[in-house]
């Protein structure tokens, strides 16, 4: 597709449980953004990926949450042991490169609640 | 309409009038600005952006302006319609690579 792509769109599980969120960045995309967003507010900044790296993985809220990128393309955000603080909005998105005058594209997001 | 000030969270405006849209940023060594959209179970739309040399920026209805003294940016949306209805936010762009998100203004568009 043209834009960014994120999947499940929704999800409802259990506290406790792991849940696995994806993101399909746009084509040659070099860099990849995760961002939280919860009810009612603005953007969290979670981590951001270079390729296959995360430089910066700072927002991250705890060492339960971690992600990956693989072949430069998709990236997968895994929630171990979901806390009901979790639910929330998760966005991805995805520039040509870094820095001014690459503005970041953002898919729709999956719905995430923990019940 | 506009949201006066530094930031309203919410702005009225009648369709067919023109809309101000405001935000203060909070780091005066952002060099790069974004204006999003966001409706209802979408993600963020982007709309125009501006680097710090510029001061003004204009695209299809929709104009930027850029006070790095103030630290303060507007999006000025001409003739406003229904379909502008939605929640805007500015971003700056931190180190580089990380968009600091404002609270964001909901539009509500009177017909």
């Known amino acids: 597709g043209a834009g960014v792509s994120q999947s499940p769109s929704n999800k409802v599980t259990e506290k406790g449980k792991d849940v696995e969120l994806r993101c399909d960045p746009i084509?040659?995309?070099?860099?990849l953004y995760w961002y939280r967003q919860s009810l009612g507010q603005g953007l969290e900044f979670l981590i951001y990926?270079?390729?296959?790296?995360?430089?910066?993985k700072s927002g991250l809220p705890s060492d339960r949450f971690s992600a990956e990128r693989t072949g430069g393309s998709v990236s997968t955000l895994t929630i171990q042991r979901t806390q009901q603080e979790d639910s929330a909005v998760y966005l991805c998105?995805?520039?040509?490169?870094?820095?001014?005058?690459?503005?970041?594209?953002f898919g729709d997001g999956t719905r995430l609640s923990i019940l | 309409g506009e949201s006066v000030g530094l930031h309203l969270p919410t702005l009225s405006v009648q369709e067919g009038d023109n809309s101000i849209i405001n935000c203060a940023y909070s780091n005066s060594a952002s060099d790069y600005f974004i204006w999003y959209k966001q409706e209802s179970g979408k993600g963020p739309q982007f709309i125009i952006d501006?680097?710090?040399?510029?001061d003004k920026r204009q695209g299809q209805r929709v104009t930027v302006l850029l006070n790095k003294t103030v630290k303060h940016l507007s999006l000025q949306i001409a003739a406003t319609q229904p379909g502008d209805s939605a929640v805007y936010f500015c971003?700056?762009?931190?180190?580089?690579?990380?968009?600091?998100f404002g609270a964001g203004t909901t539009v509500t568009v009177r017909a």
């Open positions: 998105a995805s520039s040509l490169m870094t820095g001014e005058g690459q503005p970041q594209h």
């Open positions: 971003a700056e762009n931190m180190d580089d690579y990380k968009l600091s």
């Open positions: 990926f270079q390729g296959n790296s995360a430089p910066d």
């Open positions: 084509s040659g995309h070099t860099a």
């Open positions: 501006i680097r710090s040399n510029m």
